[in-house]
């Protein structure tokens, strides 16, 4: 450290958490860098990045005190149990399966914890029937949550690692609820939580596009003239027709021209799937990593913007009533708010560089949302 503050004409220290930032203002002589600054940053072994101007200004984080554990058994039982719930709702998309019912919440739900019995006693072939959309799916899901990891580990930002939220497909097609991961020490400037929360959605959409280019080129046009919606599934014996966004219409317009109405294949479903949970992910709310993204790109503004998105969802529940759950959903893990909370440093500005990854993010969020995404 005193390498590097000897480069320094003054700075300051924060305690983030268990993390500590120092943020430097290079000397005049060591802007640049000079060789002696650019060899203490070399040899500084934790996070460091140019704040402002290149040369100007330097911000070092370090972790400080004991490693935290991270507890390995409950993230490896919720990822085994999603493996399993997604593979249940492939088998019931091809046909293999037929999970158990229940009427009323209640009987939803005592369905649901049957679901598993019932299923790991099927055979073999039948369990792995639903590969071609577990898989595909949950390639999504841990591509978008790597991207999450290992941006703020660039940052030196306290997170754990993805927690996996499994729901049996007696209750969703879709056999998961997506997945998260919590940070734990303070994010320090909006630098940071643009890039933190663009990462995931942006890994996790070039797997959606290899996905949905497979699975629409497996897809089956139906004949003309039939009263079929658009795009449908067959799930354990019924029709679901689904809503669509410009990237599932393009798709289906690229793969299938001319097709009146497409029965997707597992693999489309899933890359569907995964456009829908992006989609969702990126509504400029709260904690949200659409929330990051427009506090990164915005600042305060944020606040408006997060309100018109909270509005726009209560007048597309008339079309979905779904979305009024995911509205309240949304605000209760974002502590009954739809402003995202500040960062330690919020007045330093994002470089221009880093902003392009937010207007992707906002580009992606067009392509992938879905105003009625069941029932089209």
Same mark, same amino acid.
């Given at each position: 450290?005193?390498?590097?503050?000897?480069?320094?004409?003054?700075?300051?220290?924060?305690?983030?958490?268990?993390?500590?930032?120092?943020?430097?203002?290079?000397?005049?002589?060591?802007?640049?860098?000079?060789?002696?600054?650019?060899?203490?940053?070399?040899?500084? &072994?934790?996070?460091?990045?140019?704040? #402002? @101007?290149? /040369?100007?200004? %330097?911000? +070092?984080?370090? $972790? *400080?005190?004991?490693? =935290?554990?991270?507890?390995?058994?409950?993230?490896?039982?919720?990822?085994?149990?999603?493996?399993?719930?997604?593979?249940?709702?492939?088998?019931?998309?091809?046909?293999?399966?037929?999970?158990?019912?229940?009427?009323?919440?209640?009987?939803?739900?005592?369905?649901?914890?049957?679901?598993?019995?019932?299923?790991?006693?099927?055979?073999?072939?039948?369990?792995?029937?639903?590969?071609?959309?577990?898989?595909?799916?949950?390639?999504?899901?841990?591509?978008?949550?790597?991207?999450?990891?290992?941006?703020?580990?660039?940052?030196?930002?306290?997170?754990?690692?993805?927690?996996?939220?499994?729901? &049996?497909?007696?209750?969703?097609?879709? #056999? @998961?609820? /997506?997945?998260? %991961?919590? +940070?734990?020490? $303070? *994010?320090?400037?909006? =630098?940071?939580?643009?890039?933190?929360?663009?990462?995931?959605?942006?890994?996790?959409?070039?797997?959606?596009?290899?996905?949905?280019?497979?699975?629409?080129?497996?897809?089956?046009?139906?004949?003309?003239?039939?009263?079929?919606?658009?795009?449908?599934?067959?799930?354990?014996?019924?029709?679901?027709?689904?809503?669509?966004?410009?990237?599932?219409?393009?798709?289906?317009?690229?793969?299938?021209?001319?097709?009146?109405?497409?029965?997707?294949?597992?693999?489309?479903?899933?890359?569907?799937?995964?456009?829908?949970?992006?989609?969702?992910?990126?509504?400029?709310?709260?904690?949200?990593?659409?929330?990051?993204?427009?506090?990164?790109?915005?600042?305060?503004?944020?606040?408006?913007?997060?309100?018109?998105?909270?509005?726009?969802?209560?007048?597309?529940?008339?079309?979905?009533?779904?979305?009024?759950?995911?509205?309240?959903?949304?605000?209760?893990?974002?502590?009954?708010?739809?402003?995202?909370?500040?960062?330690?440093?919020?007045?330093?500005?994002?470089?221009?560089?880093?902003?392009?990854?937010?207007?992707?993010?906002?580009?992606?969020?067009?392509?992938?949302?879905?105003?009625?995404?069941?029932?089209?």
């Amino acid at each position: 450290m005193e390498a590097l503050t000897r480069c320094f004409s003054a700075w300051r220290v924060i305690r983030a958490g268990n993390r500590e930032v120092v943020e430097g203002l290079v000397a005049p002589e060591h802007q640049g860098p000079s060789p002696e600054l650019t060899s203490a940053i070399s040899a500084w &072994p934790y996070a460091h990045y140019w704040a #402002g @101007s290149p /040369g100007k200004e %330097l911000v +070092l984080i370090r $972790p *400080v005190g004991p490693a =935290r554990s991270e507890a390995w058994l409950l993230h490896t039982v919720l990822f085994l149990v999603t493996v399993l719930c997604a593979l249940g709702a492939g088998a019931a998309l091809a046909g293999d399966f037929d999970p158990p019912a229940g009427a009323g919440v209640v009987g939803a739900l005592t369905a649901g914890a049957r679901f598993f019995g019932v299923f790991l006693q099927s055979p073999l072939e039948t369990i792995l029937s639903g590969w071609s959309f577990a898989v595909p799916l949950l390639a999504i899901l841990l591509v978008h949550e790597l991207g999450h990891y290992f941006a703020a580990h660039r940052y030196a930002i306290d997170a754990s690692p993805p927690y996996f939220l499994p729901i &049996p497909p007696t209750i969703s097609p879709i #056999g @998961s609820l /997506g997945a998260f %991961l919590r +940070l734990r020490s $303070p *994010v320090v400037d909006r =630098r940071q939580l643009l890039d933190v929360g663009a990462a995931g959605p942006l890994a996790g959409f070039v797997v959606v596009l290899v996905v949905l280019t497979w699975g629409y080129a497996t897809s089956d046009p139906m004949p003309a003239g039939t009263d079929l919606p658009s795009s449908f599934i067959e799930f354990a014996g019924n029709r679901f027709g689904l809503g669509e966004s410009l990237l599932t219409w393009a798709c289906r317009e690229l793969f299938l021209p001319g097709a009146e109405s497409v029965h997707l294949s597992l693999t489309a479903f899933a890359g569907w799937a995964g456009a829908l949970i992006t989609g969702l992910n990126l509504l400029p709310l709260s904690q949200l990593d659409g929330g990051h993204v427009a506090y990164g790109l915005l600042g305060r503004w944020q606040k408006p913007l997060g309100l018109a998105a909270l509005l726009g969802l209560v007048w597309l529940s008339q079309y979905w009533f779904a979305w009024l759950f995911w509205v309240l959903i949304t605000l209760m893990v974002g502590g009954w708010r739809w402003t995202h909370p500040s960062v330690t440093c919020p007045d330093r500005p994002v470089p221009r560089g880093r902003r392009v990854l937010g207007w992707l993010c906002v580009l992606v969020f067009v392509v992938t949302f879905m105003p009625v995404p069941f029932g089209g």
